[in-house]
């Protein structure tokens, strides 16, 4: 990594329940070498979120009309984001890609703001936020090697070993993020319309019969139709009990396989995990798939991408 940058961090759903490892994180993005810009209001909380609604949106616009501002970090999901919707002014945020080239990094909660960014004609970025990503004693060099390379690298490419996924050679432009947060974006202005994409999902704590539902609901509504391929990220989190009777992530993913008529790929790296990958939201990709595994090539690995 060579280019440093002006980093702003957001916090627009959950706090950092540990002020001391918020700290570690952003001191460890100065070791290397980058500007910090604090606009999450440090300790501010207001019940289980980061602020109140009005202090969370403020930091948005904020960050937005910023232009010194490169790269827009996010420090946590968690849960907030979905009440803010109707005040959050995503052609303000779109501008801020459009003309000041920003680069608006998160997941998990974050999916709100990216899918809206995507429905207003902006990319993002999947991938690693502040807690944990960058401020975990046990730093993943997986994630931080994925990250910093999709930033600098103009064709950017990952490679991921997963076994039982369909041979495949398809493009399309890459977007998607955590399952919940996307269904909850259903028939509202912030859903995106994407034709001919590839859509990765992931989640977290969601048992098999509830990812199920979901991919279903995404069928039944004609999304998944309109995809030439769907990435399942990390679903991790759940358990099983007796009465689920060998049902299971497994066979949850067998019984879509047979009723959906659309290749269905597991094994990427992505989501509440601490190797993941870092993916430009909005991008044209190329995907080839074969036994051995996977690989993703982006043309515009930049948050310029449209869906």
């Known amino acids: 990594m060579n280019k440093t940058f002006q ?11 540990d002020p001391a490892v918020f700290t570690r994180g ?44 490169e ?24 501008e801020s890609v ?53 930033l600098a690298e103009p064709n950017y490419r990952v490679s991921v070993k997963a076994t039982d996924n369909p041979a495949l050679h398809v493009d399309g432009t890459l977007w998607g993020g955590n ?3 996307l269904c909850s974006l259903l028939g509202t202005p912030w859903m995106p319309t994407v034709h001919n994409g590839i859509l990765f999902v992931e989640d977290v704590n969601e048992h098999p019969y509830r990812v199920e539902r979901m991919l279903l ?3 039944h509504v004609g999304i998944l139709q309109q995809q030439r391929a769907v990435l399942l990220g990390d679903f991790s989190g759940y358990k099983l009990t007796d009465y689920d009777n060998g049902y299971d992530f497994a066979s949850m993913l067998g019984y879509l396989r047979k009723r959906l008529d659309i290749p269905i ?31 993703l090539r982006f043309i515009t690995p930049s948050a310029n991408g449209k869906g």
């Open 7 to 17: 980093i702003a961090v957001v916090a627009p759903s959950g706090y950092a329940p």
């Open 26 to 69: 952003l001191d460890y993005l100065r070791s290397l070498g980058h500007t910090v810009h604090d606009f999450s209001a440090s300790g501010m909380r207001h019940q289980r979120f980061a602020g109140n609604d009005e202090q969370r949106i403020e930091q948005l616009h904020a960050v937005a009309r910023d232009p010194n501002i």
């Open 71 to 94: 790269l827009v970090i996010a420090l946590r999901g968690g849960y907030g984001l979905s009440r803010l919707l109707p005040q959050i002014d995503f052609n303000l945020i779109a």
């Open 98 to 150: 459009a003309k000041d080239g920003k680069r608006w990094v998160g997941h998990s909660d974050f999916t709100v703001i990216q899918l809206g960014m995507l429905a207003s004609g902006a990319g993002s970025i999947a991938g690693p936020m502040i807690c944990d990503d960058f401020s975990r004693s046990d730093l993943s060099e997986f994630t931080q090697d994925n990250f910093w390379r999709c």
């Open 179 to 181: 399952l919940t947060m």
């Open 217 to 219: 609901q995404l069928a």
């Open 265 to 295: 790929l597991q094994g990427l790296p992505l989501g509440h995990m601490k190797d993941k990958l870092t993916l430009p939201v909005g991008s044209h990709c190329v995907l080839e798939s074969s036994a051995e595994g996977f690989e």
